[in-house]
Structures are given as structure tokens and as C-alpha cells.
């Protein structure tokens, strides 16, 4: 502000985060992240074969196969979700982009008299981010994701 700059913040929130990862996609980044094969294999296990159910009160669900998501209220579930979303600043024009669990923020800066300028760089990075989601299979919660101008 003190050099008449304008920095917009786009803050986005993915639907159902922890629960829309994809088990192949994410043991493909832990390989290329460098986690060996015995560690791969162990993750494989970790995340096959997993079942839950609702219990409300006295009624309870039948047991599901979950056949995607990471699992939540445990050690690794935040850490398998950052290691999966981790890629996504290379995947951005501008690597400006600040992770922190399942809350991501896109920022960019301009000059007050750039204002289309910073319109037309947050919409190349949303964008790009769209582009990383469809190939991650991952959705971005419209109702919650917002942009602001300062």
C-alpha cells in the first residue's frame, strides 16, 4: 500500500479435500518424491482395503469400501495430503502460492494503475489451478474460495 500497489489474495478451499485423493496418483508422487519401493508398498497396504460406517445413536451403517481419500484424525492423513497437493506451485505461471494443510492461497501484486493487468494474472492462475484439479482429481469449493483486493 505504501507504493500505491494493489495485492490480491485469492483464498481456496478443495471440497471434500482429504477424501478425493487418489490412492494411484499420490503413491506416484511419494515414488517421485523419492520414498522407496518396501516404503511405497507399505503405503499401498496403508491405504487399500479401507472400510468405514456411520453410527448415529443406535443406528448403523453398513461397511463401505473407501477407494480413494486419506485417512483423517491420524498422523498421516495431513501429511498425505500435502505430499499430494505439493506439486500444485509448479503447476502455477507464478509460484506465489502459499500451502498450509488443506488451505491454499494464490497472491499476486500490481500497481493501482494495473488493475486489469492483476485481474487478467489471478484469472491465468485460477486457471492453471483448474487445470492441476481436473488432473489431480481434485474440486474447488466455489462457495468458499474467495478472492480479495487490498
Known amino acids: 500500500m505504501d507504493d500505491d500497489k494493489v495485492t490480491c489474495l485469492t483464498f481456496i478451499d478443495f471440497k471434500k479435500a482429504f477424501d478425493l485423493i487418489n490412492h ?3 503413491l506416484k508422487k511419494l515414488a517421485i518424491y523419492g520414498v522407496d519401493g518396501s516404503s511405497i508398498a507399505w503405503f499401498t497396504l496403508y491405504l487399500s482395503d479401507r472400510k468405514q460406517f456411520v453410527k448415529l445413536n443406535e443406528y448403523v451403517s453398513t461397511c463401505q469400501v473407501v477407494s480413494q481419500g486419506v485417512p483423517q484424525g491420524l498422523i498421516l492423513g495431513p501429511l498425505l495430503f500435502i505430499t499430494f497437493i505439493n506439486d500444485m506451485p509448479l503447476h502455477m505461471p507464478d509460484p506465489n502460492v502459499e500451502i498450509y494443510a488443506d488451505d491454499t492461497t494464490l ?6 494503475d494495473k488493475l486489469p493487468v492483476l485481474t487478467r494474472m489471478i484469472n491465468q492462475d485460477l486457471i492453471c489451478l483448474e ?5 489431480n482429481g481434485m474440486v474447488i469449493n466455489t462457495s468458499k474460495t474467495n478472492v480479495n483486493r487490498w
Open 24 to 26: 494411484k496418483t499420490l
Open 107 to 112: 497472491a499476486r501484486s500490481a500497481s493501482i
Open 131 to 135: 487445470r492441476w484439479c481436473n488432473e
